[in-house]
């Protein structure tokens, strides 16, 4: 659809800022003041007492502004408008940090199409000679001419041929500020006139009353009844001006901030995603984005009582939302027993609902994901050939204690590695035993499974450094919030190690999701330890695809969208989230644009978004919600909230509960506002990645 604005011309503007005094003003020193309640005039009908309602009952006025009440107020009338505008090109003007207190006010009026079109043919016939004429005298002016022939002769075609309709527009933007000395009209009109904008806003002097009734709620374009000063055009460049009225996004669930175009605030539940919960979150070091998950799953907790939480934390980065939620910490590592190879039953409904789950398959693979990780990366010698006699001994491990295919034995107690120790001893001493009976067979078996167990006996055996991975589990979903801290192992251990053990802990509450009847939210911080392992992505795609089942929303935050298009299984991965969030990133915008098929204002926005230092009051992200879209947003945090995330329990202590602002459904505050429905008295979104 063309958006263009008509190539004809309003009436001339030019001598607007050096317009004369009229009645309504002496000369340009003068002040006074107009009262009115005061005249005395009665008020009839139902619009005159509207307009009583709305409009302040005194004005102060100078040339170029205007005090109502304790507020001044200087209003720019918009004379030109781009040829061509884009879609949203108005966009800076809500957004810009200069123009928060700025009012913008569009009058739009619907055109005749047949006078439309009279007057265009009119203007193509004063073109067409023009040009006749230029060409002959060889003129260059002839292209300009030819360019503003070929533009009327367009929009003519577009209207006469198509349901594209013409409208008459005038704009107003109305900067606002408590003295005269801090209306920053300048900015505004610097910001209104660079691109992709490209307006250009005119003072009107001695006519700020007039421009300021028009900028106003009573939609009286008085200004323009005078100087008849409306610009036509198109139904595609009026469609291109209402960035601000989308945006809005609200059901019962948890803020997780405000729209940056219009501040209302985007208010959703995970679990009404029709297309799963899982959730990634991505933004540099210091971008904000581990303030904004701590709030989520603040809020989370506050909205709904009977959501278990889990964070699993390498860098004891959740410590204090933990002990503010009075959540139960579990220390990875030491004695705590942690058994990769556990398998807890499928719910019955499950099994019902989805044609394709193979719990016993799942497992088997997953426990060959662990083993992979931990004879690549740990041991330092990749499994190789000696894949298929560790399969056979893993599935031996699980037939030895009644664990098949069939559903109704996963309820058995899971073997451990030491079982599978067990199976690997036996196949050297007698691999017959296991269907192995040529002596090539017999050779190849024992030389496999003396090779494996080389490498599994130190680190497993008792007083070895995986030793608490050889025993069951011990750790349970009781808790409402439970924190899985990996800080112990992040310091004495290297990467590899850390990796191993944070997909352990994957695979463990994904075994115990399956036994409650709860919703989970299960948040992994620096998921790069997983999504760089490639052995582990598989596995990771079908806990994924299957979490909706087990009411289990899987949130994976890191540093780096690279992790997510590593290979194919991460880009599944990707697009089985159905929210995601971008703080700022530093990757190239061509690489952010073809990774989450955003838009150039999109990555615009998530290259430039502010990363919460205390002066901003906020951090900004772009929050992708699947079949909805996009929606650039602002986080804020409420004082107490503050606390609970940076301050735990001992700091909540101190504060008021009822001071909190976590929205839990919308007719409830939003956050960042005082109840007495003030300005926020704190709005702190630190990061501390």
Excluded at 446 to 461: E, H, N, T, V
Excluded at 523 to 536: K, P, Q, R, T
Excluded at 554 to 576: D, S, V
């Amino acid at each position: 659809m063309i958006g263009n604005l008509l190539p004809f011309t309003s009436s001339d503007s030019s001598e607007t800022d050096d317009e004369a005094p009229d009645e309504e003003g002496e000369d340009a020193e003068s002040q006074f003041t107009v009262d009115y309640e005061a005249d005395g005039e009665a008020v009839d009908g139902i619009p005159e007492i509207h307009q009583t309602v709305v409009s302040p009952s005194s004005i102060e006025r100078t040339p170029s502004a205007l005090r109502t009440d304790t507020q001044w107020a200087q209003s720019l009338w918009v004379g030109e408008y781009p040829d061509a505008p884009m879609d949203g090109f108005l966009e800076k003007l809500y957004a810009a940090a200069e123009t928060q207190q700025t009012d913008v006010s569009i009058h739009i009026d619907p055109r005749d199409t047949r006078e439309t079109l009279d007057s265009l043919e009119n203007k193509i016939e004063d073109l067409e000679a023009d040009y006749e004429y230029l060409t002959e005298k060889h003129r260059a002016s002839a292209r300009g001419v030819e360019k503003d022939l070929e533009d009327h002769q367009e929009m003519y075609d577009v209207l006469r041929n198509t349901t594209m309709q013409a409208f008459d527009v005038s704009m107003y933007l109305t900067v606002r500020g408590n003295d005269r000395e801090n209306i920053d009209a300048e900015s505004v009109s610097t910001t209104a006139r660079q691109a992709p904008a490209n307006l250009t806003p005119v003072t009107p002097r001695w006519s700020q009353l007039k421009t300021f009734t028009s900028a106003s709620p009573i939609a009286l374009d008085q200004f323009n009844e005078t100087l008849d000063s409306k610009t036509p055009m198109l139904g595609g460049a009026v469609g291109a001006m209402f960035p601000f009225v989308s945006g809005a996004f609200a059901e019962p669930g948890i803020e997780y901030g405000t729209y940056a175009l219009n501040s209302s605030p985007l208010i959703l539940d995970r679990f009404k995603r029709q297309t799963g919960y899982c959730m990634m979150v991505i933004g540099r070091l210091g971008a904000g984005k581990s303030f904004a998950t701590k709030l989520r799953l603040v809020r989370r907790a506050m909205f709904d009582e009977d959501t278990v939480v889990i964070m699993l934390d390498p860098m004891r980065g959740f410590a204090g939302v933990n002990e503010a939620l009075d959540g139960e910490r579990i220390t990875v590592g030491g004695r705590r027993g942690l058994n990769p190879l556990e398998i807890k039953p499928t719910p019955d409904h499950v099994l019902q609902e989805v044609d394709d789950i193979d719990p016993w398959g799942e497992q088997i693979n997953w426990v060959m994901t662990f083993f992979a990780t931990f004879f690549e990366h740990v041991a330092d010698h990749p499994l190789g050939e000696r894949n298929q006699t560790l399969r056979r001994a893993v599935q031996e491990a699980y037939e030895k204690r009644g664990i098949t295919r069939d559903p109704e034995t996963h309820t058995r107690d899971s073997p451990t590695i030491h079982d599978i120790i067990t199976v690997l001893e036996e196949m050297v001493e007698d691999p017959e035993e296991y269907g192995y009976v040529t002596d090539g067979e017999q050779e190849a078996v024992q030389s496999d499974a003396q090779s494996l167990l080389k490498d599994l006996r130190p680190s497993f055996r008792e007083g070895g450094e995986l030793e608490n991975l050889a025993r069951p589990s011990e750790f349970d979903l009781d808790s409402k919030v439970i924190y899985l801290d990996l800080h112990q192992e992040e310091g004495t251990r290297g990467r590899a190690e850390t990796s191993l053990m944070m997909q352990v802990l994957f695979n463990s509450v994904y075994e115990r999701v399956k036994q409650t009847d709860k919703r989970v939210v299960f948040c992994i911080d620096e998921a790069h330890y997983l999504m760089n392992d490639a052995v582990s992505l598989d596995f990771l795609e079908t806990a994924v695809r299957h979490s909706r089942h087990f009411d289990l929303s899987l949130e994976f935050i890191t540093q780096t969208g690279g992790e997510f298009a590593l290979t194919p299984e991460a880009r599944t991965i990707a697009n089985l989230c159905s929210l995601t969030v971008l703080h700022r990133v530093n990757e190239e915008k061509e690489k952010i644009a073809k990774w989450f098929d955003l838009s150039e204002r999109q990555v615009n926005w998530v290259t430039s978004a502010k990363a919460g230092e205390d002066e901003d009051g906020y951090s900004e992200a772009l929050v992708g919600i699947d079949q909805e879209g996009w929606f650039p947003l602002r986080i804020r945090a409420s004082d107490y909230e503050a606390h609970v995330i940076d301050g735990g329990a001992a700091d909540v202590a101190e504060l008021e509960p009822e001071s909190t602002t976590s929205v839990t459904n919308p007719d409830s505050r939003p956050a960042g506002t005082r109840a007495d429905g003030g300005e926020p008295t704190s709005t702190t979104s630190q990061e501390d990645d």
